[in-house]
């Protein structure tokens, strides 16, 4: 995928209400307008890299592009686990990530349970692939360290700051 690493950031939406509840694994979701703007060449499936919440501190993340067979969804998401516990939700919070690698494609699962361990077997491999010196040293990149707005904006503004800063830095 030549457009890996990808750089995106956007306000953190309400998405399907399933990580946490369904699954114990917390996801936080781009708004549509992020979603759209992925280039041709980002495919549906399973990517690791790194992620920032407004301006905390960058954490490992692994990411879902698609449909989310096992769900049947009809609308494609970008659902960000972060590897990280946090105290409270996030929501409107600016989310920025780049995307590092590719680890497999989405697919279907026979029951919730092997969902769920694809899932953190997913979230093992990007720990030990982040760790390589290709892959940790974006966690260094400006594009955390550019200025954003962190706090909660309105819509119209959160939509323009994830238009304007699709895999730009």
């Not at 409270?88 to 029951?111: A, C, N, Q």
């Amino acid at each position: 995928m030549k457009s890996l690493p990808y750089f995106c950031r956007g306000e953190v939406v309400r998405g399907f209400g399933r990580g946490s509840k369904e699954l114990g694994i917390p996801t936080a979701n781009f708004p549509d307008s992020v979603v759209d703007s992925l280039p041709a060449d980002v495919s549906t499936g399973i990517y690791y890299g790194w992620a920032c919440v407004g301006n905390s501190d960058i954490h490992k993340m692994v990411m879902s592009i698609g449909w989310n067979p096992y769900y049947k969804n009809t609308k494609k998401s970008m659902e960000t686990h972060v590897i990280h516990k946090f105290k409270e939700d996030f929501y409107g919070e600016i989310l920025s990530v780049v995307l590092v690698g590719y680890i497999r494609s989405e697919k279907s699962f026979p029951s919730l349970e092997d969902l769920v361990a694809a899932i953190n077997s997913d979230i093992e491999e990007a720990k030990v692939m982040l760790e390589l010196p290709e892959h940790s040293k974006l966690k260094e990149d400006n594009f955390f360290t550019s200025t954003t707005d962190s706090s909660p904006a309105s819509p119209s503004s959160a939509a323009s700051t994830s238009q304007s800063i699709i895999n730009g830095h």
